[in-house]
């Protein structure tokens, strides 16, 4: 049965704290929500200021990296040029490459350009550009080659091509035979540096001191000492490729090259089961040095190990190696 209003009027009268607490508890969640929109409030503001200041940061940032350092930079690299420091010049404008006119000072200028192409060819890992040599199938071309910088000292670098430029025997016959009698030699001393390099491109070519001792050997094949040969234009040793791209005898994608289609048409080998980093199949290519005797020269096979044993009539890529001069007169 519902309570009259006398009921409620009497319980009233007996709890005087009933309605005042229904009214706190209504006060108190109300609070709570105002409290909690609030709080919503806050971290909206923190959220927003925090943006801001990420967004003020990465501004300054990239002011900073595009624009500050980059003038100071060029500002530099222009006092040095009237100072004719033209080294550090380059090296500087070299790094802000794409920065106001800096390419174009950098081509224009002949002492500035000159820094930078020596500046390139003395970095251990580059492409570098020198001298042309057919590399199409048709061998009609004269295609700029691309050689690799091996080794840098003072004013000379020593380079070797990136690409297999021909196939050749590495003598004409299945005589003994050494580095300074082979027919190969005497074809990249002549022939090969005449077709690939112009006279002015000749001059820059170091005559090299090329060491035949036994130290450039395979270590389990043929060590003897060999005349020293006067060469501009010659073949890594064993010791050298080891050296350069690692003491390899089994897998290694380091030492591997692809020939150029004109050394394919000239009988270069390549496998199909190895190609090389930029993913080009893979060749032999010769070493100058004697393996297990000296009718067997050492290579380098397919997979880019290093292989001391190989019949010297075979036709295998030749990758020719040179020091190149790198003084202010030769450049």
């Not at 003994?176 to 005449?194: H, K, M, P, V």
């Not at 090299?208 to 001792?213: G, Q």
């Not at 692809?258 to 199909?272: E, H, L, Q, V």
Request: hydrophobic share 35%; aromatic share 10%; charged share 25%.
């Amino acid at each position: 049965m519902a309570d009259t209003e006398k009921d409620v009027s009497v319980r009233n009268a007996q709890d005087p704290h009933a309605e005042t607490d229904s009214l706190s508890e209504e006060q108190m969640a109300e609070q709570a929500w105002e409290a909690a929109i609030l709080k919503k409030r806050k971290a909206r503001r923190r959220l927003a200021a925090a943006a801001a200041a990420a967004v003020l940061l990465i501004a300054g940032f990239l002011a900073v990296t595009r624009y500050i350092i980059p003038e100071r930079k060029y500002q530099s690299a222009l006092a040095l040029i009237q100072e004719e420091k033209y080294g550090e010049a380059t090296a500087i404008l070299t790094g802000i490459r794409g920065y106001k006119d800096t390419d174009s000072l950098l081509a224009s200028n002949d002492a500035l350009a000159r820094e930078a192409k020596r500046q390139s060819f003395q970095t251990v890992g580059n492409t570098v550009l020198f001298g042309a040599y057919p590399q199409t199938e048709e061998g009609g071309d004269s295609t700029p080659i691309e050689w690799i910088v091996l080794d840098t000292q003072e004013e000379k670098s020593l380079l070797i091509s990136k690409y297999g430029l021909d196939a050749r025997q590495y003598h004409t016959d299945r005589n003994d035979i050494t580095w300074e009698t082979c027919s190969l030699r005497a074809w990249l001393n002549g022939e090969f540096l005449q077709r690939a390099f112009s006279e002015e491109e000749q001059k820059q070519i170091l005559t090299t001191a090329v060491d035949n001792s036994k130290e450039q050997a395979f270590r389990n094949g043929l060590r003897e000492d060999q005349n020293t040969t006067q060469d501009k234009i010659f073949l890594l040793s064993y010791a050298e490729t080891a050296r350069y791209f690692g003491d390899s005898s089994s897998d290694s994608d380091r030492a591997r090259i692809t020939p150029t289609p004109y050394a394919i048409k000239n009988g270069a080998f390549s496998y199909s089961n190895y190609k090389t980093a930029g993913g080009y199949l893979a060749g032999y290519w010769w070493l100058r040095t004697p393996g297990a005797v000296r009718t067997f020269p050492s290579l380098i096979f397919p997979d880019g190990s290093l292989y001391h044993n190989y019949d010297n009539v075979v036709t295998l890529v030749v990758r020719p190696v040179f020091w190149i001069d790198l003084s202010a007169e030769s450049i």
